[in-house]
């Protein structure tokens, strides 16, 4: 068979002018047909804050970067995921910059930006399409990236939810993918970093579970101490004699195991109410484009402070209660010993 048949149209394309194409050109040719391209992904990290400015000055550098080739098409799209479910969708860059973000009271959820390009080689006959995204905040939530892993085999696409920034390129030329993801990572790199979490809240949040299992653990025990410590009045008082009996040894056992389990539901209760308290603690925005984003970061601030003094009172009555409670055992004693 002489000719080729595309599945696509069935249009008939000669053999000789698919092998007249250099490499780039078949590639080229073969991305036209919906193939899908080769393509190319960098994470990028957590712990940045982006502004109007910024995503105007990375279109100014891809922009720069592309009047070196020679360029047939080039189209700027961008997307907003805003608070309230609403979504700012631009098709075109100009649209965006005459956006007014200023007056918007939502905050920014997610930010994807777009660049559709053509670009003329003179090793291929056909224009190459190249397509660079990026897209930072509004990473898949555990639960559904869980999901996703058992029903998805495609490791860029599981990569791509978790991450809270990706850019990616799909591309035919590989020199100007890896031009386009170096000013990428280069600009998000020079980003303003957000603001630090104190360390009271960054311990908190790495070492919860193993915070909470102390805090459920130690207390009965503390309680089960507690009971010793105050044995030589609790014992007489529940009327259990210094003699060895079964009938003491019973009411001895069913003392420690009502302290044990007394501690037990305490200790239960102040851990849930720590994790309550580190749960309630708010990521800091990603974002600084919005009077939304603005107010939210401050608000932010001042909620993860009062949280954070919230615990530490509340753990340091928790420790003064505890050593009143033993020197309270000891004041007893010196208060009878006078007495006496």
Known sequence: MNEFQSSEDARIVPNRAITSLSTDGI??????????????????????????????????????????HDITANITSINFILSG?????????????RANWDAVNETVRSISVTWEILIKLPTSELPQKHSLKLRIGTAIPPKDMFQLFFSSDDVLELLEAGAAGVCKVDFVNHIIAIELLNIVSNWYEGLKDAPKTDEIQRVLKKQERLLLELIRN???ILFLILTYSYSPYLL???????????????????????????????GRSLARLLGAAVDRYEEYPKFSMTRGDKNTLEKTRASNTRITQQIVSRSLWTVFAVIISFLFRFLIDYTLHLKI
């Open 27 to 68: 590639r080229a040719a073969f991305y036209y047909l919906n193939v899908k391209p080769d393509t190319e992904l960098r994470l990028l990290p957590d712990g940045k804050i982006l502004t109007v400015e910024d995503i105007k000055n990375l279109n100014e550098q891809i922009i720069d970067k592309l009047t070196i």
């Open 85 to 97: 479910r609403k979504v700012k969708d631009y098709s075109a860059w100009n649209e965006f910059e």
């Open 218 to 220: 130690f207390i009965p």
């Open 236 to 266: 007489p008082f529940f009327g259990i004699g210094n003699n060895v009996s079964l009938d003491n040894l019973q009411k001895v056992f069913i003392l420690m195991m009502a302290a044990f389990s007394t501690g037990t539901v305490v």
